[in-house]
């Protein structure tokens, strides 16, 4: 593989064994390289792929305090979602030094008021109002589109549909050029 390559897909799901060190489905082992508190409102764990003996699962209830979840399961492709519901973005995955490499990043400040969430209930309330007819509500479709690309992918789950067709309409602009999309 070559360095700063890219690798295959990324483990569906990473369990806690102990502290810093997690096992994914294959019982490969990763170790937190770091966990670093970048700009304001931002966590970052970097993962690696490295053999080290399993030994005995701790108990949640054994494992000290953490920032860091218990498990991540892969969730659309390009992100986790933790033991406690939070979305976490792959910033990488790659080789680097010949070994393999995760780079997440959570947005802390996440609240649990969605961005976007206003422009997804006036859009609700439209399509109820309209009898759901889309065409009738271009308007708040826009809105909402446009309050989506405000945010980073994933900050906003009322966004993950238009996040979908954006993909859908960018997949079909390059077919119609001759240009095959990259995998999801």
Known sequence: MAEGGEVGAPPVRLWVRRVGVYCDEHRKTWLVAAEEASEEGMLRARIQRVQVPLGEALRPSQL??????????????????????????????????????????????????????????????????????????????????KCCARYPKGRSICCSGFEREEREREKVKLTAEGISPPPQ
Do not use: T
């Not at 995760?102 to 109820?128: G, H, T, V, W, Y």
């Open 64 to 145: 000290p305090p953490s920032r860091l979840p218990h498990m991540w399961q892969l969730s659309q492709g390009e992100q986790y979602r933790d033991s406690n519901s939070r979305v976490w973005e792959i910033e990488h995955h790659l080789m680097l030094g010949g070994v393999e490499e995760l780079l997440l990043k959570l947005f802390l400040n996440m609240s649990r008021k969605d961005p976007c969430q206003k422009q997804a209930c006036e859009i609700q309330k439209c399509l109820q109002e309209n009898n759901y007819l889309e065409s009738k509500c271009e308007a708040v479709l826009q809105e909402m589109r």
